[in-house]
């Protein structure tokens, strides 16, 4: 299994996890990446997933609060590269929390709609 397999898998048995209904109410395209896979909602990139962790597209108002209380961090692919201004990178805490990441998640995709 390549890499991009791999890690397809794994974003897919996450969601089906947090949120299962998203696979029935939406079309969901995985894409490789840079070594990570892009997930796509209906056609619009929402979340990035890789060795990195979760990254998910969010409203300022909730980037803010994640940042303020380290529950995310500003998204970059590389070390250097740019910060993805729409995506935070989600902490462990965050992502372990069903509850919270699945909250996070039907934000996402309310910027989608």
């Given at each position: ?5 791999g890690?397809?898998?794994e ?7 947090i949120i299962?209904?998203?696979f ?11 070594g990570?896979i892009?997930?796509?909602?209906d056609g619009a990139?929402f979340?990035s997933?890789?060795?990195f962790?979760?990254?998910l ?5 909730t980037l ?8 995310g961090?500003?998204f ?11 995506y935070?990178?989600l902490?462990s805490?965050t ?7 699945r ?7 309310k910027?989608l709609?």
């Amino acid at each position: 299994m390549s890499t991009s397999e791999g890690l397809k898998k794994e974003a897919t048995e996450l969601l089906e996890k947090i949120i299962p209904e998203i696979f029935d109410a939406h079309s969901l395209e995985f894409r490789p990446f840079f070594g990570a896979i892009t997930v796509y909602v209906d056609g619009a990139l929402f979340m990035s997933y890789g060795k990195f962790g979760v990254a998910l597209k969010l409203p300022p108002e909730t980037l803010e609060n994640l940042f303020s209380t380290e529950q995310g961090a500003p998204f970059r692919y590389f070390p250097k590269g740019h910060v993805k201004k729409e995506y935070a990178l989600l902490s462990s805490a965050t992502i372990n929390s069903t509850a919270s990441f699945r909250k996070l998640i039907q934000e996402s995709l309310k910027l989608l709609t």
